[in-house]
């Protein structure tokens, strides 16, 4: 079993910055892809960024120049720098590690006020 944890949410103003983090635990082994998602009201769950085994990084074109994912392979989390915050960035927000099955979290939400 592999758990995740997020953490970071909240609600901040037009223009403003939040860091999302996530642990993972439990059975983790080796350096997984893990990767941040976002589903709004009434709407899928799309891609916000994902950084690799290898570390590379992949952004959705909404976020890019905005969001930074990093991670910290010795503690088995990943982080989302988010700065310029948009109203249209409101939504919750999945973690994901990609091991054998893809594991998620259970979000956390992230509001961004007008």
């Known amino acids: 079993q592999v758990q995740l944890v997020e953490s ?13 983090s996530c642990a993972a635990s439990g059975s983790v082994f080796g350096i ?12 899928q769950r799309d891609l ?7 570390g590379s990084t992949i952004y ?3 976020v890019k ?8 392979n010795a503690k088995n989390t990943v982080y989302l720098q988010m700065n310029s915050l948009k109203p249209e960035d409101t ?3 999945y ?3 990609r ?12 509001t961004v006020s007008s």
Do not use: E, H
């Open 32 to 43: 997984n892809p893990m990767g941040w998602y976002r589903q709004a009201p009434g709407k």
């Open 65 to 72: 120049g905005r969001f930074t994912i990093s991670r910290d």
């Open 99 to 110: 091991m054998k099955y893809d594991y998620w979290g259970r979000g956390t939400q992230v």
């Open 8 to 20: 970071g949410g909240g609600l901040v103003q037009t223009g403003g910055s939040l860091r999302l």
């Open 48 to 54: 916000v960024a994902v950084v690799t085994s290898g």
């Open 60 to 62: 959705a074109d909404s």
């Open 95 to 97: 973690c994901n590690i």
């Open 91 to 93: 939504a919750v927000y």
